[in-house]
């Protein structure tokens, strides 16, 4: 049964503590294989940390980026296009209008996120030893803290090209093409010069995967640009959304 295989992996990883064994050595890999991280740096975060939620914090930085896509792309599209935001006006402003609905929508990817980790968290305590106690139970609330962050920038791209587009459909199409094209122009452009990949940032799930890292100096470099990123985007989304056409 798939459960208890998990069950019994995970039980072995945990045993293993802290040792770098095969068991860690997979883990390891996998990790890098998701992530790209050096293989080193990854072999401390699991010595560090329980491995088994190394593993699934990555997998949720990965999977992050497509989440708040799918939950977050018609904030204000759908109010646009069918002309409700004009009954919406009669009650309310704009910059009240346009920031309620990115609220919603990061209060709504943090209950998925918080569900999801109360879950694993359940069930890891529950059904093996990788949990490894109170201090598996904070680094799933570090995990939570991170999406909260990560959120924020994602929420506000997401919320400008809704505001620009008007259309649902055609909004969650272009959040598609934008992240895709920024990504294919990076690797591109990175093959002619290292430092032109960096227009990779273009896009806010760009050095994601760094936030697995203990570093304060690095994470306040990654969470410094993701807060930037959601200031900006998000004046330029409410900004547009109080002067466009209705």
């Known amino acids: 049964h798939p459960t208890v295989g998990f069950d019994i992996d995970a039980n072995r990883i945990a045993e293993l503590g802290r040792e770098v064994g095969p068991a860690l050595d997979m883990v390891s890999g996998m990790i890098e294989g998701v992530t790209g991280l050096p293989v080193a740096a990854v072999r401390r975060l699991i010595e560090d940390h329980p491995p088994v939620l190394v593993a699934l914090f990555a ?12 939950l977050a792309y018609d904030q204000t599209a759908t109010d646009i296009e069918t002309k409700h935001v004009r009954y919406l006006l009669f009650r309310s402003d704009r910059a009240s209008i346009y920031l309620g609905k990115a609220l919603g929508a990061w209060l709504l990817v943090m209950l998925a996120v918080a569900l999801g980790l109360i879950v694993v968290g359940g069930f890891l305590g529950l059904r093996s030893s990788a949990l490894e106690g109170l201090e598996g139970i904070v680094y799933l609330a570090r995990m939570g803290l991170t999406a909260g962050v990560f959120a924020l920038p994602m929420i506000a791209v997401l919320g400008l090209i809704s505001a620009l587009v008007g259309r649902a459909r055609r909004a969650l199409s272009v959040t598609l093409l934008v992240w895709i094209g920024v990504l294919i122009a990076a690797g591109l452009l990175g093959r002619v010069d290292e430092d032109l990949s960096l227009v990779r940032y273009l896009f806010p799930s760009a050095g994601r995967f760094g936030l697995l890292f203990d570093d304060f100096g690095e994470l306040a470099k990654i969470v410094g640009y993701q807060l930037g990123y959601a200031v900006v985007i998000g004046g330029a989304g409410l900004w547009w959304f109080g002067r466009r056409d209705l």
């Open 59 to 70: 997998l949720m930085l990965l999977l992050l980026p497509l989440l708040c896509t799918l």
